[in-house]
T-cell receptor
Framework: AQSVTQLGSHVSVSEGALVLLRCNYS??????LFWYVQYPNQGLQLLLK??????LVKGINGFEAEFKKSETSFHLTKPSAHMSDAAEYFC?????????????FGKGTHLIIQP | KAGVTQTPRYLIKTRGQQVTLSCSPI?????VSWYQQTPGQGLQFLFE???????NKGNFPGRFSGRQFSNSRSEMNVSTLELGDSALYLC????????????FGPGTRLTVL
């Protein structure tokens, strides 16, 4: 069985500061890992994904994440926060079957940007 | 290319009724998955359809069912609604079942009174 743990249901940072959202996973098979963002009253938008290959993954809107197998982590970072980054962020894992396996999501982290 | 569309966007039902939600995937996508999002349980996988066949199912009671049509459009049905079924129901599509990037629709907000 797969599981995802996101540390911190709420994270608050100042505009221009580093954003760090933590995600740890457990999986019995090599995982596919994802970060999604959800704005109010909207669906989920893919920020970035890791399947195989390079462990540092760059996504949209200046976000990136690093897959660390030894730590079973896939933390999301952005060097400088912008007010428009305020949203709910979800880390997710799936098996090699991709869509057929379904995504297992973490509980989400609400990112608050302080002016 | 148009994104994933879901109808209706909002729905209010009473306990005991049934409801059908619709999802139109991105053109060319053959796999459709459904998720339930609630404040307490978060995002949970309901089921996935590919080429009109259910390939995988999450841990939900039999009151939750779905189907997929030959044009890849999908519907999910919830019978005998309970208060706890109030949730945002999200549909996601992918190119095929082995492709891992899922594209989500805006969701249908179901309120059960």
């Amino acid at each position: 069985a797969q599981s995802v743990t996101q540390l911190g249901s709420h994270v608050s940072v100042s505009e221009g500061a580093l954003v760090l959202l933590r995600c740890n996973y457990s999986s019995s098979v090599p995982p596919y890992l994802f970060w999604y963002v959800q704005y109010p009253n909207q669906g989920l938008q893919l920020l970035l994904k890791y399947t195989t290959g390079a462990t540092l993954v760059k996504g949209i809107n200046g976000f990136e994440a690093e897959f660390k197998k030894s730590e079973t982590s896939f933390h999301l970072t952005k060097p400088s926060a912008h007010m428009s980054d305020a949203a709910e962020y979800f880390c997710a894992v799936s098996g090699p079957g991709g869509g057929a396996d379904g995504l297992t999501f973490g509980k989400g982290t609400h990112l608050i940007i302080q002016p | 290319k148009a994104g994933v569309t879901q109808t209706p966007r909002y729905l209010i039902k009473t306990r005991g009724q049934q409801v059908t939600l619709s999802c139109s995937p991105i053109s060319g996508h053959r796999s459709v998955s459904w998720y339930q999002q609630t404040p307490g349980q978060g995002l949970q996988f309901l089921f996935e359809y590919f080429s009109e066949t259910q390939r995988n199912k999450g841990n939900f009671p039999g009151r939750f069912s779905g189907r997929q049509f030959s044009n890849s459009r999908s519907e999910m049905n919830v019978s005998t609604l309970e208060l706890g079924d109030s949730a945002l129901y999200l549909c996601a599509s992918t190119v095929d079942s082995s492709y891992n990037e899922q594209f989500f629709g805006p969701g249908t907000r179901l309120t059960v009174l």
